[in-house]
């Protein structure tokens, strides 16, 4: 028999397993970790989602599918899936201006770009109000009208973005955009194929984290929107009412929907991200 014997005709070699690198202390240290997030983040979800499932399918689909409830949902999602869009671009753009030119009061828009996360958020509802209500000094009065949602949405979730676009933009090297330049490439070809794909997963990460942040907000919306039933009305205000007429059950039904929608944006997001740098 030839030495050269075809694959088919050689044993399978078996992978062996990847040996772990734990340490001990290592060890105690995810223990710890895991402990930590599952008292803080698993344990809680686990205990809404049974209280949405503990009365049954039948009160779970007619609290979701409830005429108000539902339009607090839609309004909810839309407008944080639009806000998700507007940050996506605008982010991606506040991001390359700071880090690719050098203006005067540079310093101070970066200050600026952290504000949403530093106020309490009914500080920041309180600001939209004296801002774009019925006293407005702009002369933008958005007071009891949808559009104060996607204004509040837009004003919490600026800096998600921003914030994880600007390090990834600075660790880029620019002697592959020089390359593609010299080679005939023009701007918008060298964004696309050179530095979008580089961009791309933190621009997913941070339009994950908006959408998930505006489908959660109550503080900033709660006084400009006026919470009107089926015109300004959103989800956290409506859990809340659920909560204060002891009817957890809605609520946890609410909130249950709520993280699966989330989930699933987080899940597309992560797809076309991947899909997107493979073909970059």
């Known amino acids: 028999m030839s030495a050269l014997a075809p694959e088919a005709d050689r044993p399978a070699t078996r992978r062996r397993p990847a040996r ?3 340490t001990p202390a290592s060890g105690l240290g ?9 008292l803080l983040v698993l344990i809680p979800l686990c205990a ?5 499932v503990d009365g049954g399918w039948q009160i779970f689909w007619a609290t979701i599918t409830n005429e108000q409830t539902f339009a607090a949902i839609r309004l909810t999602v839309l407008a944080a899936a639009a806000v998700t869009v507007v940050n996506a671009v605008m982010g991606t753009a506040i991001a390359w201006v700071l880090v690719r030119d050098r203006f005067w009061g540079r310093g101070v828009l970066e200050v600026l770009i952290d504000i949403p996360f530093a106020l309490p958020t009914i500080v920041a509802g309180l600001v939209l109000l004296s801002l774009y209500g019925t006293d407005s000094p702009l002369g933008i009065d958005v007071a009891n009208q949808p559009a104060s949602v996607f204004l509040a949405y837009l004003f919490v979730t600026l ?9 990834v933009l600075e660790e880029l090297d620019t002697d592959v955009e020089e390359a593609a330049s010299s080679l005939g490439a023009s701007r918008l070809t060298t964004f696309r194929r050179v530095i979008l794909p580089s961009l791309t997963p933190a621009i997913a990460a941070g339009s994950a984290l908006s959408f998930a942040r505006g489908v959660s907000e109550y503080g900033a919306l709660v006084l400009l929107s006026g919470n009107l039933p089926f015109k300004t009305e959103v989800t956290s205000v409506r859990i809340l009412g659920s909560v204060e007429n002891n009817n957890l059950a809605a609520a946890a039904s609410v909130a249950t929907l709520l993280l699966v929608i989330s989930l699933s944006v987080i899940v597309l997001l992560d797809v076309l991200q991947r899909r997107v740098s493979r073909r970059g």
């Not at 995810?30 to 599952?38: C, E, H, N, Q, Y």
């Not at 809404?48 to 949405?52: E, G, N, P």
Request: aromatic share 12%; charged share 5%.
């Open 20 to 22: 772990s690198t734990l």
């Open 30 to 38: 995810l223990g710890i970790a895991v402990l930590w997030f599952s």
């Open 48 to 52: 809404v989602i049974v209280t949405a």
């Open 159 to 167: 800096p998600f973005v921003v914030r994880m676009v600007q390090p």
